[in-house]
């Protein structure tokens, strides 16, 4: 491969097309792993050659160098001048906040693979409460479909969407996976998933979710 140096310097951290990828789907590859692994971080980690190697699992530099650059070309890395730290208060207080800003119509929910939602901003309880419970149906219903959209029509995508006549969405329903559990996002409008908010949802979620209970665990 082409030799290229890293700039010292700089903290690695996810964009949130890499946030998105990283969370969109169970599959696993070595591109998620290591975006998963970062998200894993109490603090966004220095871009040298042996956090790459840590991060990655891989022990040959220049493979690791052919993964950073990969994702690199794909827009799922950035590098930071000043570190962040990991989400710290509870979800409780910053899911709000973090939901409003990822929505054009500032309507978004946060709920779980039981139907039952964590947070929600602009929509009503009731609201929630039967979104929420919709979220989960549909759910079911792709595990049931799966070989038919993935296998047969090539469509991966885990999301489902209520449309207009013009195919635009008025409501979507985007799961993120997180470990072994599934959380769903409904967003009513056009979704602002390229937002800095996203990549700190995420990151709050597998500290909670994975990281924390990693570490419960051990």
Known sequence: MERF???????????????YYAISSPETDKPRRFLIRLLQQEQTPALNIAQLQALMEIDDEDKALQLLLYCQKLGWVQGLDTP???PQSALEAILPDLLGKISESGKVLLADDQGFYLACSG?????AEELSALSAELATVHKRRSGLLINNMGISSHAWAIVDPFGNSQIGFWPMFVGKHRFVLAITGVPHFNQAEFVTLAWALITR???KAADAAN
């Open 5 to 19: 140096e890293l700039i010292d310097g700089l903290y690695l951290y996810p964009t949130p097309a890499g946030a």
């Open 123 to 127: 929509f009503p309880h009731e609201v």
């Open 209 to 211: 979710y994975l990281t």
């Open 84 to 86: 962040l730290q990991a």
